[in-house]
């Protein structure tokens, strides 16, 4: 509070533990010069307080942004009146599924980290992201998301351009609920094993990272028509398809190493293909080694000949 009264716009506090009890308090939110206020590794011991008394505080701060990060924080309270955020960073608590659902107060927010939590259902992130009218980045990644489709519809933002779900447990209906406008769409590291032919069309998407999944060839771009960037490394993909390229006509780069390519008479159409794409597959020579057969391990894909 003293603080939020001085000429200090950016605070930090680190490392501090409460030891008091924690009580009601009537913040006073006027005449603040604060921009920003981060705080991160806040311990708290009190095991028996109403948790309103302490999120309120921070849920109706009336500045730009906020980061609570490394904080074990299980709950945060819909702001109580319509709020300036636009920035909020929990990176790396114990928050849930039930944040932020039906707040409606969260219009202005731009950008929303969670990173490192206990979010499970990809459907209940897609409703708490609905009412957010301004959210244009959303990192969802190293959480416990799943995604078992049977039509269960989601409602996203519809202004989200960038979404990040990496190194969570999504499978193949996590094509099913996702944000139509998305531009830029990370999946790295989940158990994705095919990309259904018949997704919903995501007509913006720019951007797709299906690295360390479980793919077994290169998805085609029939629901991505404007698809430029695509990274499917460290899969499963013995021989990939050759007619990528024609099927995603858009595509300037596409990073396909590092996956355990299978040297053999149908690879010779892939390896044709880097030599017509114009320099478009990335990391071209060095990350394309055959695995198989065992006699033509470690060779580069440029050197393989029959």
């Known amino acids: 509070q003293t603080v939020w009264h001085s000429s200090v716009e950016y605070f930090n506090i680190n490392n501090v533990t409460q030891q008091l009890d924690i009580e009601r308090y009537n913040f006073d939110y006027s005449g603040t010069s604060m921009k920003a206020l981060t705080m991160k590794e806040i311990k708290i011991t009190d095991m028996y307080f109403s948790q309103d008394n302490l999120y309120k505080i921070f849920a109706d701060m009336n500045i730009r942004e906020m980061t609570i990060a490394d904080s074990e924080m299980i709950h945060m309270l819909c702001p109580s009146r319509k709020s300036s955020f636009r920035y909020l960073n929990f990176l790396k608590n114990d928050l849930t599924d039930f944040l932020f659902q039906k707040c409606d107060n969260l219009a202005q927010l731009e950008t929303l980290i969670l990173q490192k939590n206990k979010f499970e259902s990809l459907r209940k992130v897609s ?140 690879l010779q159409a892939f390896i044709q293909l880097e030599r017509r794409s114009g320099g478009k597959l990335f990391g071209w020579p060095a990350a394309y080694v055959c695995e198989y057969p065992e006699g033509l391990r470690g060779t580069e894909l440029k050197d393989f000949h029959l």
Request: aromatic share 6%.
């Open 127 to 266: 409703f708490m992201t609905s009412r957010m009218k301004s959210l244009t980045y959303l990192d969802m990644s190293n959480n416990l998301l799943r995604h078992d489709g049977a039509g269960v519809q989601c409602q996203w933002a519809e202004s989200l351009a960038e979404l990040d779900l990496s190194s969570n447990q999504l499978v193949d209906a996590v094509f099913e609920c996702l944000p139509a406008n998305v531009q830029k769409l990370s999946l790295q590291n989940n158990h994705i094993s095919n990309v259904p032919s018949r997704v919903a069309e995501l007509k913006s998407l720019q951007e797709l990272n299906l690295a360390s999944n479980r793919l077994a060839d290169l998805p085609g771009c029939g629901g991505f028509t404007s698809l430029q960037f695509l990274n499917v490394e460290m899969n499963s993909i013995l021989t990939p398809s050759a007619n990528f390229f024609q099927s995603c006509p858009r595509v300037r780069e596409l990073q396909a190493g590092h996956n355990p390519f299978q040297c053999s008479c149908e």
